[in-house]
């Protein structure tokens, strides 16, 4: 185990400090890159994927800042970008910057641009020498871009350039070290603004900007037009990553005809399965949030097609609930209109998720067991925005369906019947 200096760790909470009074979204880090997800000294487990979605309060950032002074192996902070204006693009062909030639381009950028924009690097160290890595471009865009607006980023390197906030991005002062190949590393602030300091893009001019001095261009796409992107997707070929093999969707049961029993179902479903990330997501379902951040997820060959992180959640539940015999008709009279008006709810309070729609022909496919476009193994949905308080996990709520035997499915249903 790592162990911080105490006066690092004082660093980092002062720097959150100003974070969170400039309305930035902030998680603590540990040393090997990691969300902090459990906080001892007060047995508690830490769910951040509400901060996705909404401004944080006062309470969480007192808790954070405990935790950062408290816990020795915390070396770190993060950022969630798209939160109160706040982007934070990560540029991580920075990482192979001789390759495609752009130290030059880079310096350049600090020069002209570094009083504006924040601009971070993490410096690790191999063998004897200092190697630059990723480059971290931070500046504050108008609210109203963002909710109603995709931003996109056209380039021809490999390497991802993006915005997006799963995961958090490390900003300085952070340190890290490599699990596997023990590489040290320390996020180095080279421009002169820090993060809360950094321009405000109102008309959206400054960030396609700096961005085509690294050979990016970025286009700005309506709502409207996503949808008809993801409407136009052809999923004809798209092999099922469903097993197509019913546990006890075949044996109907009417007797769970309400949106109560239908969770009290898939809470006894989370923890036969044991996978506390979705247990953990319906119990804010149960009490009317919805704590998924809307994110539109590529996926197939050469990521070519497109499922929203809210339709992956949706196909969690309906699956589920199809397996242990819950008519399809029954789901969309009595669980359906509420989970709409609970996402409905959260776009109309953080307008976030307003571009999202619960698709008829994805209740048809999860019903008849015949559904795609979910997260790998190891991609947990969960994982990714911090609601499952496990580090990884190797399986996913499907995974974990598939290996359920049918005497294990016909006992928790009979014993949710009894309940009920």
Known sequence: MVTVSEEHRRRLAE???RLYQSGINWIPMK???TPVTFYPKRNMRIVYGPL???RMDEE????FKEMV???PYVSGISVVSRVGGLLVVDFDAAKNSKRYGLEEKINKLIRDYGSFVYIDRRMSQKHNSIVPRGLKIGLFIDQSIL????????HNYEEEVGDRSPPPKTIYPSLRIDPQTREKSAYVKLSSVDLW?????KDFKLLPEVMERLSVKVELRTIDEIQRARATTNTSNIVSSSSGKPILGLEPTTKIDSFEKMLTLLKEVGKLIDCPGFLVFLEHLE??????PYEVIPFGPGKTYQRSSWSIAENHIMRALAEFGVPKDLFTRAFLPRMENIQREVCQQYQHGCSHRTESRDVSTAFRFTEFGHEPGGKCIYLRYGICPREECLNTVYGKLNLLSRSQAYAIRERILLMM
């Open 69 to 71: 002074l408290e816990l």
């Open 60 to 63: 969480t950032h007192r808790l």
């Open 52 to 54: 996705y979605m909404k």
């Open 147 to 154: 909710s109603s607006k995709d931003i996109v980023y056209v």
């Open 197 to 201: 300091e950094s321009y405000y893009d």
């Open 15 to 17: 720097y959150a400090e």
């Open 287 to 292: 009490q009317g949030n919805w704590i998924i």
């Open 31 to 33: 040393f090997d890159n």
